[in-house]
């Protein structure tokens, strides 16, 4: 099995979790790539088997340029007939979007439309996403909204908590795909 966690981070908070994620999944799986998104990265996403997507929420969606990258992407597929009516599910191709958000205003309600929307984006593929992951992030300047929200005070979020429920819910997809994976194992850093 082939995974790929692409995320992009402002501050570091989704690096963290992208981070334990990929540190548990490597584990356990063939092949997994840690990319951290710029400009310049570009994948083949139907090379991987597990795919995973994780952005800062910013203004309730994932950030312009991941999004912009990923309708790139949908585009130059759809004009290569990758993308057909109904959109089928691929055997054996899963996906999982993850987020931190800080939800200040109207708590996890402001991450739900980022991770429909990279859900929406996989599942056009083809992809089953099997899960959508929300983690607490703290605003990085100094800001009353970091403790006045409607999470209360989410300083130092993520913390060790917050960490050890990623760990626990990456396990639990590692579980359900164990018949996959195979023995050879390989993993990449690009951040
Ligand atoms: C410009 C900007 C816009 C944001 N918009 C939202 C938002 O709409 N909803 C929300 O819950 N959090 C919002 N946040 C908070 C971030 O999603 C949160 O702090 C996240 O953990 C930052 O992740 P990062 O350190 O990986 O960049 C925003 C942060 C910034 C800087």
């Not at 989704?14 to 584990?27: C, G, H, N, P, S």
């Not at 597990?50 to 950030?63: K, N, Q």
């Not at 089953?128 to 300047?141: E, N, R, S, T, Y």
Request: glycine content about 8%; overall charge negative.
């Amino acid at each position: 099995m082939k995974c790929v966690i692409l995320y992009d981070s402002i501050g570091g908070n989704t690096e963290k979790v992208a981070q334990y994620i990929f540190d548990t999944l490597r584990d356990a799986i063939s092949i997994v790539d840690l990319i951290k998104f710029t400009p310049e990265v570009d994948i083949e996403i139907f090379e991987y088997d597990l795919v995973l997507l994780g952005s800062p929420v910013i203004d309730w969606l994932p950030t312009k340029r991941m999004m912009d990258f990923l309708k790139k992407k949908l585009q130059s597929y759809s004009d290569h007939g990758k993308i057909v009516p109904s959109s089928p599910l691929i055997p054996g191709k899963y996906g999982i979007c993850f987020c931190t958000y800080a939800g200040p205003h109207i708590g996890k309600n402001e991450a739900l439309p980022m991770t429909m929307w990279l859900s929406s984006f996989l599942e056009h593929l083809g992809y089953a996403v099997l899960d959508k992951w929300h983690i607490v992030g703290q605003f990085h300047k100094e800001t009353d909204m970091n403790t006045q929200g409607r999470l209360g005070n989410i300083l130092g979020r993520p913390n060790d908590a917050d960490l050890i429920n990623v760990v626990n819910r990456t396990k639990g997809i590692i579980g359900a795909l164990s018949e996959f994976m195979g023995e050879e194992k390989r993993s990449t850093e690009r951040v």
